[in-house]
């Protein structure tokens, strides 16, 4: 469970808009905005080097944060959020706005979490390709029972079977709310290589036959003149 906050500092921003956030990228910051439960929206800058290294991207939905905002009420007076959105660019790899939303620790919030597999799966073990189609479930919960992550249990699943989300075994206090027909994977027969086909074989032989025939006609011609 997710009963720790991790702490993020920031910065108010005094100008917003395309042209302020460019400067702000380029200066190693990241555009964000912090909002709900009521209050104004606040616009802030995040060192992007400090968010890195405090998050990875598999935990960025599921993480308490909380914001050290300079010049924004005391310093232990930050508001506890969640990260809502991430917009980044994917040719560079760079983050370029965040929006971060103040929740309560006594009230549910929806969420996801990711979905991990566990064990071996008797039909991989046959040649089966595992196919993981939904890598995140959304779950209501408190924010301090947020699991890491749920696991999904592959070792009854054989060839040609599935897990789906009803599958999954959720921790006390924590609701599933995706779909629970939705597939989280699936084992796949193998994929196996036909042999070319006997006909394709013989008109491949002829064919080289065809090229090779002239040459050993000629060289035949010549041993006879040379007698």
Known sequence: MRTEQIELPASVRSEVGKSASRRLRREGKIPSVVYGRGGRPIPIAVEESAFSRSLSDATWFSTLIKLRIDGVGRADSGPTVMIKEVQRDLVRQRLLSIDF????????????VRVVTVGQSPG???GGILEHL???VTVE????DIPDHLEADISQ???GQSLRVRDLVAPPGVKIVTPADDVILVVAPP???EEAAPAAAEAERAAVEEHVEPEVIREREREEESS
Do not use: W
């Open 134 to 136: 939904t890598h995140e």
């Open 157 to 159: 699943i054989e060839i």
């Open 191 to 193: 994929v196996r290589v």
């Open 101 to 112: 939303q103040r929740i309560s620790l006594r009230e549910s919030i929806h969420t996801q």
């Open 141 to 144: 919960c408190l924010p301090t």
């Open 124 to 126: 991989v073990k046959l």
